[in-house]
């Protein structure tokens, strides 16, 4: 456990090394929240209402502020797996004494915190400008717990998805289409509600929901229900997709190749 | 007439290398294109609620994504390093091309090719093709705004990289004006206040790859065309003269490289 947390530490040291480059990064969440900001006060004006769907501008900029932090902050481990395995570099990485699943995990995690961080304390500052006062505390909490799973099934995607370079040369596509459905089906630039009804059932039945919309929703709208509903769904897909990812590097190992040393 | 012929030599290399891997290069274009339109179900779920939003339909939307995919796109695949100019600068990899008799700033941005630009490229033509606002005068016009959008976002990311002749590393700052101008460029200027869309006509030039030719390929008007051209040339000098002004401060960083 304490090679695993040194890890992190070092990921954590890492990012922090250079913070004009990290500061640099954060605004771009402020950039997204100010189109956004225009997008949706135009839409609620066109529409003459101050309510659409049980949402106010003030919920949709706040949710989005949140479902942009997931989607900066979630784990690039996929170029990283992809680009040592195809550089040969996860032969040193295997012969290490820890688990190459887990040594991932912790450098993801690492190198997301400050990240997720730095993303909360510039996107709240600029939605708080844009929007008003910041959900309840309630909201806060239930965001912060269902985004533990949101990362972790992120992260599940994102090693899959990497892992594809025993196979396959190129593997940045499927990242950007994975991009795409999390952003639609995630319900990242459109909230659920506002799906039709028919879109919403395909969603609600996909892991994608999980990932963005569940921690974003909560954190807007908090509502105890709907918290346990989406805490038991997020958690079924945490097993199944670390599942699928076990899997699927048992399965990677049997075809790796090392060639010279 | 010389530059032309040492331009499109780069391009037929960069091509010929692409084919080197010709299903990695395949695949890439046909994500590309599935990506650009799975991104774009978010407006026709949006236009499907909303309908008409202050003169914007989905048909406009297609528009204007066709001319900025086509634009990014072009620019990617014909131009390729102009996203990765800052860091060839800071780690002092422009010598290989200071001791060839060519251009170099030209020689750098065409020197690489990136593959998936080709998918934004047909994806861009076809959504303009479908959008409804198809006629072959029309397609002139696309043509024109798009050789322009792409002139605009190559210079605009050359002035920015070219910071790093004074700064050294500039791949976040370089980051930050790639995601505003392209993010920017997809959203109709509608929906900003005066002080945003000057801003956005200026100093972050997003309407002018964007909205601006959108207008312009929807009706012929002379503003939009002297905006068009009138932003692609002063963009596109400027950035020569801050690329060269920085060049006399280039210092190289002895490495041994091996450019291929």
């Known amino acids: ?261 | 007439m010389k530059t032309l012929k040492f331009l499109f030599a780069l391009w037929k290399a960069n091509l010929q290398a692409a084919m080197e891997f010709r299903a990695a290069f395949i695949t890439q274009i046909i994500f590309m294109i599935v990506n650009n339109g799975v991104y774009f179900i978010f407006w026709v779920l949006y236009f499907d609620k909303f309908g008409n939003v202050r003169g914007w339909t989905v048909n406009d939307m297609m528009l204007l994504f066709g001319i900025a995919a086509t634009a990014w796109g072009a620019s990617a695949y014909f131009f390729g390093n102009f996203t990765t100019l800052g860091e060839i600068i800071a780690n002092g990899r422009l010598d290989y091309y200071l001791s060839l008799p060519k251009p170099i700033l030209l020689h750098v941005l065409a020197s690489k090719s990136i593959g998936s630009g080709m998918g934004d490229i047909l994806y861009g033509v076809a959504s303009f093709a479908i959008s409804g606002y198809f006629t072959w005068d029309g397609f002139l016009r696309f043509f024109l705004g798009v050789t322009a959008g792409v002139c605009i976002f190559i210079s605009f990311l050359t002035i920015i990289q070219s910071l790093s002749f004074w700064i050294g590393n500039t791949v976040a700052l370089s980051q930050v004006a790639l995601s505003a101008v392209l993010t920017f460029s997809l959203y109709p200027s509608a929906l900003f206040n005066t002080t945003t869309k000057f801003i956005l006509l200026t100093i972050l030039p997003a309407a002018l790859v964007g909205n601006v030719p959108a207008e312009f390929v929807r009706s012929f008007s002379w503003t939009s065309l002297l905006q068009i051209t009138a932003g692609a040339v002063v963009f596109l000098v400027f950035a020569m003269i801050i690329f060269r002004s920085g060049l006399r401060r280039y210092e190289s960083g002895s490495a041994i490289q091996v450019e291929v």
């Open chain 1, 1 to 261: 456990m304490k090679k695993y947390l040194a890890i992190i530490q070092m990921q954590v040291i890492n990012n922090i090394a250079y913070p004009g480059d990290f500061l640099g990064r954060s605004i771009s969440i402020g950039i997204f929240l100010f189109i956004f900001a225009g997008l949706w006060r135009t839409t609620f004006a066109i529409a003459g209402t101050d309510v659409i769907n049980g949402l106010t501008v003030s919920n949709m900029l706040w949710y989005l502020m949140m479902a942009e932090t997931i989607e900066l902050g979630r784990p690039r481990i996929n170029r990283v797996i992809s680009e040592q395995v195809k550089n040969g570099e996860v032969a040193y990485i295997l012969s290490k004494p820890y688990n190459f699943l887990l040594y991932h995990f912790s450098f993801g995690l690492g190198d997301s915190l400050m990240r997720i961080v730095m993303n909360i304390i510039v996107g709240t500052g600029v939605t708080w400008i844009l929007a008003g006062t910041p959900p309840s505390p309630l909201g806060w909490a239930m965001a912060m717990v269902t985004m533990v799973g949101a990362w972790i099934l992120h992260f599940c995607m994102m090693a899959l998805i990497g892992l594809t370079a025993f196979v396959v040369e190129e593997t940045n596509s499927f990242e950007l289409i994975y991009q795409k459905a999390v952003f639609i089906l995630g319900g990242m630039l459109l909230p659920l509600d506002l799906f039709p009804q028919w879109l919403q059932s395909i969603a609600r039945v996909l892991p994608f929901p999980y990932m963005m919309y569940a921690p974003a929703r909560l954190f807007v709208k908090p509502e105890w229900g709907l918290f346990w509903q989406m805490l038991a769904n997020q958690w079924i897909w945490v097993a199944v997709l670390a599942g699928a990812l076990v899997l699927a590097y048992r399965s990677s190992e049997k075809v790796l190749t090392v060639n010279g040393g």
